[in-house]
DNA sequence: CTTGACCTTCCACTTGCTGGAACCCTTATG
DNA sequence: CATAAGGGTTCCAGCAAGTGGAAGGTCAAG
């Protein structure tokens, strides 16, 4: 497989790709004419990468997950706790934007919307 | 006031507000010395687009809410309609991070986390 | 006089790509 | 045979929104 059929099988564009390369994910084969030569085996592992950045993985959770994934006698645990840990990060984040909506919702609906330059939202934001 | 005493009174780190200078968003004068002299104002915008960061919005926002906030003539409807895509965008955001934590906590759920190599989450990652 | 806390500039790095330029390779068509 | 389209390659630059660090100037106190 060329870099193009790979990135249409795996989702990823062909810039990710050789990014993934970049950074030492995959190390793809080149053909006599300089291609890169993909085999199954590493798409599969791009697929898997993108997945996992779907998931919120960062880059290097993406990294332990691929070494974990290789390692035959790891420890369900440990791909557990990477797994853990990145959803006590997305619970945060949702947290945060909670806040967040809620003060936004708040202005808004006091914000009269209207042509009269008077506005909650920027009196709020003004507030020292 | 040097910047110091502006970043501990905005809460924004003085890198932060020197690359604000960078960017526009405030021009101190400065004094013999060549340290920046900020003025009550100027500590006062630097609060404001802290606190507009804060909400999620972006520095490009922060300039047009900046404008708008210098613009006696602005009408609500203007902050309003920034507030709105801000509010939309967070959606987003949220609606995504929950579709996250329920395919992650699912994952999680099912795997025993233990010793055994046997492990659903990275089943999942690596199916194809 | 020296120490330590400030301040200055500038450059590099972060994350995770993305865009573009300039060029090579392959295949189909006039 | 020329050429054009549609692959592929490399490298360089840039995005957001800062952060870190080096090398150096300034200021007040002991």
Redesign the interface.
């Known amino acids: 497989m060329n870099i193009g059929d790979v990135a249409e099988r795996s989702g990823l564009p062909a810039k990710t790709i050789r990014y993934y390369e970049d950074i030492g994910f995959i190390k793809p084969r080149r053909s006599l004419n300089g291609y890169r030569h993909f085999d199954e085996k590493e798409?599969?592992k791009l697929?898997?990468i993108g997945?996992?950045r779907s998931?919120?993985f960062t880059i290097e959770d993406c990294r332990s997950?691929l070494a974990?994934?290789e390692d035959?006698?790891?420890?369900?645990?440990d791909?557990?706790?990477i797994?853990?840990q990145?959803?006590k990060e997305?619970?945060a984040?949702?947290a945060d934007?909670?806040a967040?909506?809620a003060?936004?919702?708040h202005?808004?609906d006091e914000?009269?919307?209207?042509?009269?330059?008077?506005?909650p939202?920027?009196k709020?934001?003004?507030?020292?």
Do not use: W
């Open positions: 798409l599969h697929a898997f997945r996992a998931l919120g997950l974990l994934y035959k006698e790891r420890a369900s645990a791909v557990k706790d797994a853990k990145n959803l997305i619970d984040k949702i934007l909670k967040m909506h003060t936004l919702s202005l808004i914000c009269a919307g209207d042509h009269r330059p008077d506005c939202i920027l709020n934001l003004g507030q020292t």
